[in-house]
């Protein structure tokens, strides 16, 4: 029966669709260079803005997540040769065979895969918050003599700056919630599809994607650079 990989194959290019929008999706936070003098008349004075990614994070939290997830397995695994009368051996085997995304056991189902969403959305927060310093971007603003309009430079900007990556990461920790966990559940309860697999199809489809789309934007950075080059030459 090949209904069920059709359905796979048209939920996989949705799912494509999707991340590649989510991914190239950005909060553009109007900036204005102040204005300077020269001979008389007012120039350097340019609006821009700065991009603030809804994923910023990437794929790095599902990776994170992940691994905590895998952790209980992988310390019950060191139990196994264990004498089978012990009860570490009665719990880890009992780890072994219910803490997983496909097991039958219902409750402890909802909560793995709870446990799951949540890691992925708290490790959304922890790692734009490690590799976006709103304090070093409100800095680099102050010294190049840009601002936002309306709101005063330095630690104004700062908070400000902060608000509004809270708001954007939330959407982003949703989206990747959405396509490890929320998607995977629903996917496989409609096409028959073994959830695991629906797993890794989401989260491989998430490095692929990033990867192409960095791959891209290096690739036209190097085109830029190298008309550039000929142009001062």
Excluded at 97 to 126: D, R
Excluded at 140 to 149: A, E, M, Q, T, V
Aim: hydrophobic share 50%.
């Amino acid at each position: 029966d090949y209904v069920p990989f059709i359905i796979f194959a048209i939920i996989a290019l949705g799912m494509t669709a999707l991340i590649i929008e989510v991914q190239q999706a950005v909060r553009k936070i109007p900036i204005q260079s102040a204005q300077r003098v020269a001979g008389g008349r007012e120039v350097g004075r340019r609006a821009s803005f700065l991009p603030l990614r809804v994923n910023h994070a990437g794929v790095i939290p599902i990776i994170f997540a992940i691994s905590v997830m895998f952790l209980p397995t992988i310390i019950a695994n060191y139990f196994n040769a264990a004498p089978p009368a012990t009860w570490y051996y009665r719990a880890a085997h009992w780890m072994e065979g219910n803490f997983s995304p496909s097991t039958a056991n219902v409750p402890m189902a909802i909560t793995y895969n709870g446990l799951y969403f949540l890691f992925t959305f708290g490790f959304t927060y922890f790692y734009t918050a490690i590799t976006f310093d709103v304090h070093e971007v409100a800095d680099n603003l102050k010294r190049y003599s840009s601002f936002i309009p309306g709101i005063r430079p330095g630690r104004p900007t700062a908070d400000y700056l902060q608000a509004v990556m809270n708001r954007v990461t939330f959407v982003g920790a949703i989206f990747l919630g959405f396509i490890t966990v929320i998607l995977p559940i629903a996917t496989s309860k409609i096409s028959g599809i073994n959830q695991q697999q629906m797993y890794l199809g989401g989260t491989a489809i998430l490095i692929v994607v990033g990867v192409a789309l960095d791959t891209m934007k290096q690739l036209q950075t190097q085109l830029v650079m190298r008309q550039y080059r000929g142009f001062i030459k």
